[in-house]
């Protein structure tokens, strides 16, 4: 007969399965939350894909208290955080309250939320003025350098404005499915975004920056449907002729093929997240950083 055990050794053995038995509800409880966070995210990509779905109609704070922990205090504290007032329902959401409530949701779902960020938008808007900016001011967000086969302009410098590379290394690149996505941009050459230096700095927790045209915008959703897309939008038409003029860098034929192009990038607009309007270049530059910021966790 195995002598009984002694009090402080009773105490042991209840004190371990008392821990076992609290790891495991610990860990059922974040299987939980990450399960419903996960459901909500659901429910809220249905709601902004399809405006008259009961998703839509349902309340934030509803949506919100489905996931496990989330009390009504948790609940009004995150919602100041998200700037977003207590009544609002999934589907009356602003684009920058989307992109919190998405972040927050793929972060409690267990998820890493995507701090690409893609920037797109019509031809002379501002976009290489915008990133030459962000370059500048933030140097922590990596500012993707992309490969094409156009010759380069006076003053711009290989792997620092874009890789300059060959038809034959291009079709290199796509062999080896070393592209991202890649394009045939105005009817002429072949850009593309390197894909290791993207996986990398993602890897690292870095903010990344693509600034493509509408047609590689398209293809990352593709790849990656966590990505943030902004359009950029010029403050008028009018301004936005001043500048492709004011710019120089084409002769009035070509200003005009540009100009038609966009007319229909400006059509596409309402397939982006975010539209942030460059009046002001630092102001825009601001609004796009901000978009990349680490999201909350209350
Ligand atoms: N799809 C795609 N488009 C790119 C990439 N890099 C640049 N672009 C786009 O190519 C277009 C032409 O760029 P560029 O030759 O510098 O002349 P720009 O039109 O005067 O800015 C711009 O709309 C860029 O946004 C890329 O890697 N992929
Ligand atoms: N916020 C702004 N206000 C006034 N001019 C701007 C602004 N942003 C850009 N520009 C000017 O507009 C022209 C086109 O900008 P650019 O960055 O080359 O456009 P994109 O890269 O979109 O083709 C440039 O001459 C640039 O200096």
Redesign the pocket.
Same mark, same amino acid.
């Given at each position: 007969m195995s002598p009984r055990p002694t009090p402080p050794e009773v105490d042991r053995v209840a004190a371990a399965q008392a821990a076992v038995a609290a790891r495991r509800a610990r860990a059922a409880v974040k299987k939980s939350v990450a399960d419903r966070s996960r459901t909500a995210l659901d429910v809220a990509e249905t709601a902004w894909a399809q405006p008259h779905t009961a998703e839509a109609s349902l309340r934030v704070t509803e949506l919100l208290t489905s996931i496990p922990t989330l009390g009504p205090t948790r609940v009004a504290r995150l919602m100041q955080t998200l700037a977003i007032s207590d009544r609002k329902r999934v589907g009356g959401l602003g684009t920058r309250q989307r992109v919190k409530l998405r972040d927050y949701l793929v972060t409690r779902a267990g998820g890493e939320p995507a701090r690409l960020v893609v920037l !797109?938008g019509p /031809? %002379?808007v501002g976009?290489?003025t915008v990133s030459a900016y962000i370059r500048e001011n933030y140097p922590d967000v990596l500012l993707?350098v992309? %490969?094409?086969t156009?010759k380069p302009r006076a003053g711009e410098i290989d792997g620092v404005?874009?890789y300059f590379v060959s038809d034959e290394e291009f079709d290199r690149m796509i062999a080896a499915d070393e592209l991202l996505?890649? !394009?045939i941009?105005?009817n002429s050459?072949r850009?593309? /975004?390197p894909r290791p230096p993207i996986d990398a700095a993602l890897g690292a927790g870095r903010r990344v920056l =693509?600034?493509?045209?509408l047609?590689? !915008?398209r =293809?990352v959703r593709r790849a990656m449907p966590e990505a943030i897309l902004v359009f950029l939008l010029p403050p008028t038409w009018e301004e936005l002729v001043r500048r492709l003029i004011g710019?120089g /860098?084409?002769d009035a034929a070509e200003q005009s093929r540009?100009l038609e192009t966009a007319k229909v990038e400006l059509a596409a607009q309402d397939e982006f997240d975010v539209k942030v309007v460059n009046r002001d270049v630092s102001e825009a530059a601001r609004e796009v950083v901000e978009l990349m910021a680490v999201p909350v966790s209350p």
């Open positions: !797109a /031809t %002379a976009k290489g993707s992309s %490969a094409t156009r404005h874009y996505e890649w !394009a941009v105005h050459y850009y593309g /975004t =693509l600034e493509i045209d047609q590689g !915008a =293809l710019r /860098t084409e540009r």
